[in-house]
């Protein structure tokens, strides 16, 4: 009975890297939301999709941001060349039309 | 976009207090969720309360759609029930994702 999984949970990256975040969701959910929470702060809104669909993409950052959610495999969060202000938790939450449950989150630092 | 206001923004209580969290928004909600984000950063489901009254077990949470505001009640709190809570309807015109309030910061203390 696997909840939403996040992975890693912890990544560190130097200035200019990139930063590949990975979702599963509940099993039978086809809805996956990306959200980045700051330190302090309650959480944004980021993405939302679909299987091979991007349907609301109104909080991502113009550039250096990209998400997907194959046909098969995780959903995945790219961040390319990251900055410092990078750095924050990201979470995945998935749902099937009604009630979103969020994983454990994954945490970028950025040096 | 949807605004969500919570209140208080920080509350301390001793254990075994009771306390009202208060969360207003400025739309039509077609969902809101009440959620717990632990001291190690989880995020736990507490309501799925569009509307009406919820309860379980020391947790109960009422949405009141049409005068656009939620409450979630805590009673009897115990130090677990220590960490941040977060009100994020779903705006009835909007994207189908959750808006979060800031939150309200609870600290239990023995």
């Known amino acids: 009975n696997a909840g939403v999984m996040q992975n890693p949970r912890h990544l560190v990256r130097r200035r200019g890297q990139e930063a590949r975040l990975r979702c599963s969701p509940m099993?039978?959910?086809?809805?996956v939301y990306w959200y980045r929470q700051l330190p302090e702060e309650g959480l944004k809104f980021m993405v939302y999709l679909q299987k091979e669909n991007i349907i609301d993409e109104s909080g991502m950052p113009k550039e250096r941001f990209s998400a997907e959610f194959p046909k098969e495999g995780p959903s995945i969060l790219r961040i390319q060349q990251v900055v410092r202000g990078d750095s924050a938790a990201y979470f995945c939450?998935?749902?099937?039309?009604?009630?979103?449950?969020f994983g454990e989150g994954s945490r970028l630092t950025v040096l | 976009g949807i605004q969500v206001e919570q209140s208080p923004p920080d509350l301390i209580l001793q254990e075994g207090a009771n306390s009202t969290l208060r969360c207003n928004f400025s739309?039509?909600?077609?969902?809101l969720q009440w959620f717990h984000q632990n001291p190690w950063g989880q995020l736990i489901n507490l309501f799925y309360i569009p509307s009406g009254t919820k309860q379980n077990g020391r947790l109960s949470a009422t949405t009141v759609a049409t005068e656009r505001y939620s409450l979630l009640y805590i009673s009897s709190s115990q130090t677990t029930d220590s960490g941040v809570y977060f009100c994020a309807p779903v705006s009835g015109g909007g994207a189908d994702g959750l808006t979060f309030g800031k939150g309200t910061h609870l600290i239990i203390q023995p």
């Open positions: 739309d039509s909600v077609n969902n």
């Open positions: 939450a998935s749902s099937q039309a009604g009630e979103l449950f």
């Open positions: 099993k039978g959910h086809s809805h």
